[in-house]
Nanobody, 112 residues
C-alpha cells in the first residue's frame, strides 16, 4: 500500500515562495505518475500539477507560470515549487500517485 508524506507547507506573504515535498513508500515510485492537489475551505479538491513517469507535466490554469512540479526518482520524492503566491493559493495541499490513497496534506496559508 502506498504511503505518502507531504511537508513544506507554512505561512507566507503574497508574492512569496514555498517548496512542498512528498515522499512515497510502498511503491515502485519511478513507474508511476504523481500529482499535487489542493483543497480550500468550502471548495472541492482540485488538481494543481501532475508529472508522469516520463517527466512530462501538466498544470492547472490558475498556477501555470508560477508553480513547477518535479520529481527525484532516486529519493522517491515529488516536489512543488510555488512562486508568486497569491491569497487564493491558500489550501491544504495533497500529493497522490496513480494508485489509490492520499497523503495527510500540508497547509499552505498566504496572508499578509
Amino acid at each position: 500500500q502506498v504511503q505518502l508524506v507531504e511537508s513544506g507547507g507554512g505561512l507566507v506573504q503574497p508574492g512569496g515562495s514555498l517548496r512542498l515535498s512528498c515522499t512515497a513508500s510502498g511503491i515502485m515510485f519511478r513507474i508511476y505518475g504523481m500529482g499535487w492537489y489542493r483543497q480550500a475551505p468550502g471548495k472541492q479538491r482540485e488538481v494543481v500539477a501532475t508529472i508522469r513517469s516520463d517527466g512530462s507535466t501538466n498544470y492547472g490554469d490558475s498556477v501555470k507560470g508560477r508553480f513547477t512540479i518535479s520529481r527525484d526518482n532516486a529519493k522517491n520524492t515529488v516536489y512543488l515549487q510555488m512562486n508568486s503566491l497569491k491569497f487564493e493559493d491558500t489550501a491544504v495541499y495533497y500529493c497522490k500517485s496513480d494508485l489509490p490513497g492520499w497523503g495527510q496534506g500540508t497547509q499552505v496559508t498566504v496572508s499578509s
